[in-house]
């Protein structure tokens, strides 16, 4: 079965301060691959979406980036975080065939002081 | 207009009584429909995954799709505390569409 990992699972950083967080699926190959920030009331906001290896679509154009090195491997970065990047940050990865399901890590909440 | 449209609630029932968490959606092209449940501090969790219109039932829950009204429904019997939680609902075209969420509470 498929597995989906996010970690680390909180983070506290400082305003200024750089960002990696780290999500990897296990059990599938080729899979899509999506970052989801979630804030409160705000529903899901889609940051970037990955077909394939070193294949990035940006979504919402901000200080983020994000970068996949591996198949089954997504990273999301950032070289300084402001305050406005707090939130609850989702990984999620849809089958390669075209499944029209999403399915979702377990989540990091990020908070920038 | 969102694509998908969801009423946030909150909404608080008892233990045992049938909840009815709706969605409406705008594009008619839509075919996949989805329901997630997520609690507090986790990643949403898939529920309930249907094709186009009709009923699917699984246990306590039933998902409803009405494409002639664009309507999306999720149907909970018997509700348990445990099934308090923030339920999402979405939907596939070219991309995936959620709603904001419906926070639901059981209350024993």
């Known amino acids: 079965s498929q597995t989906i990992h996010q970690w680390p699972a909180t983070l506290v950083q400082p305003v200024g301060s750089p960002l990696s967080l780290e999500c990897t699926v296990e059990?599938?190959?080729?899979?899509?691959l999506y970052w989801y920030r979630q804030a409160a009331g705000r529903g899901l906001q889609l940051l970037f979406y990955s077909v394939g290896i070193g294949q990035i679509s940006s979504e919402v154009p901000q200080n983020l980036s994000a970068s996949r090195p591996q198949d089954r491997q997504f990273i999301l970065s950032s070289k300084k975080l402001l305050l406005s990047d707090s939130g609850f940050y989702l990984c999620a990865w849809r089958g390669a065939r075209g499944t029209d399901t999403q399915y979702f890590g377990p989540g990091t909440r990020l908070t920038v002081l | 207009q969102k694509e998908v449209e969801q009423d946030p609630g909150p909404l608080s029932v008892p233990e045992g009584a049938i909840v009815s968490l709706n969605c409406t959606y705008s594009?008619?092209?839509?075919?996949?429909f989805m329901w997630y449940r997520q609690y507090s501090r986790k990643g949403p969790e898939l529920l309930m995954y249907?094709?186009?219109?009709g009923n699917k039932e699984d246990g306590r829950f039933t998902a409803q799709v009405d494409k002639s009204s664009k309507y999306i429904s999720l149907f909970i019997r018997d509700s348990q505390p445990s099934d308090s939680a923030t339920y999402l609902c979405?939907?596939?075209?070219?991309?995936?569409?959620f709603g904001t969420g419906t926070s639901l509470t059981v209350i024993p």
């Open positions: 979405a939907a596939t075209g070219n991309q995936f569409y």
């Open positions: 249907t094709y186009s219109s």
């Open positions: 594009n008619s092209a839509f075919q996949y």
């Open positions: 059990g599938t190959s080729n899979p899509n």
